[in-house]
């Protein structure tokens, strides 16, 4: 079992940054891939970014290439996705999920893929 804790949504202007926190708790957090994922209202869930266990591969949805950056800390059992340039589009509630069964050098934008989700934390961007 993993359990994921997200923070740091909130109101913030466009063209601001926000940092998401995830942290998780349960199995050893090295051993297993991380994603973002994002759900506007009336829209289905979608990718954000995910990385890899060690940090060293990232892959990224096409709307936040270079706007956003995941990275993680093993140590602090933690993930973060920094948002700079946030656009009003990029308003929706903001989940972190646990991929547990991916490889090493695994990843993917499929949800059905991500075993474990927190509750998720509203980000609202203003024009």
């Known amino acids: 079992q993993v359990q994921l804790v997200e923070s740091g949504g909130g109101l913030v202007q466009a063209g601001g940054s926000l940092r998401l926190s995830c942290a998780a708790s349960g199995r050893t957090f090295s051993n297993y891939a991380m994603g973002w994922f994002r759900q506007a209202p009336g829209k289905e869930r979608e990718f954000v970014a995910a990385?890899?266990?060690?940090?060293?591969?990232?892959l990224y949805a096409d709307s936040v290439k270079g706007r956003f950056t995941i990275s993680r800390d093993n140590a602090k059992n933690s993930v973060y996705l920094q948002m700079n340039s946030l656009k009003p589009e990029d308003t929706a509630v903001y989940y972190c999920?646990?991929?547990?069964?991916?490889?090493?050098?695994?990843?993917?934008?499929?949800?059905?893929?991500?075993?474990?989700w927190g509750q998720g934390t509203q980000v609202t961007v203003s024009s």
């Open positions: 990385v890899t266990r060690t940090g060293g591969i990232t």
């Open positions: 999920a646990a991929d547990v069964t991916g490889g090493s050098y695994f990843l993917t934008r499929n949800t059905r893929a991500y075993e474990y």
